[in-house]
């Protein structure tokens, strides 16, 4: 698809390298509407991310406390990317 970019995060954990795409994607993925969006909602971002591991066997841990979700972790990052973390 035209216009999508291409990106490539690198981490030394799972956990690690899935946060870095995600700030990689809020800060460089292109804007995008879908059908699903009602009018007032702000446009998706999208990419293709390639993601390298480094280090497999670190432990597989997500910043923050345990049994947090999706949406919890993806506030956080996006906290840290505004920088009011």
Do not use: N, Q
């Not at 059908?35 to 390639?50: C, M, N, R, V, W």
């Not at 390298?52 to 345990?66: E, L, Q, V, W």
Request: net charge positive; aromatic share 6%.
């Amino acid at each position: 698809m035209k216009g999508i970019p291409i990106l490539h995060v690198e981490g030394d954990g799972i956990a690690r390298a899935w946060e870095l795409s995600l700030i990689e994607l809020h800060r460089k993925g292109c804007a995008l509407k879908t059908e699903y969006d009602k009018p007032e909602d702000p446009p998706g971002k999208d990419a293709t991310i390639t993601i390298a591991i480094t280090d497999p066997s670190i432990c597989m841990r997500f910043a923050g406390r345990k049994g947090r979700s999706f949406r919890a972790h993806l506030f956080h990052i996006l906290c840290i990317c505004s920088g009011a973390l």
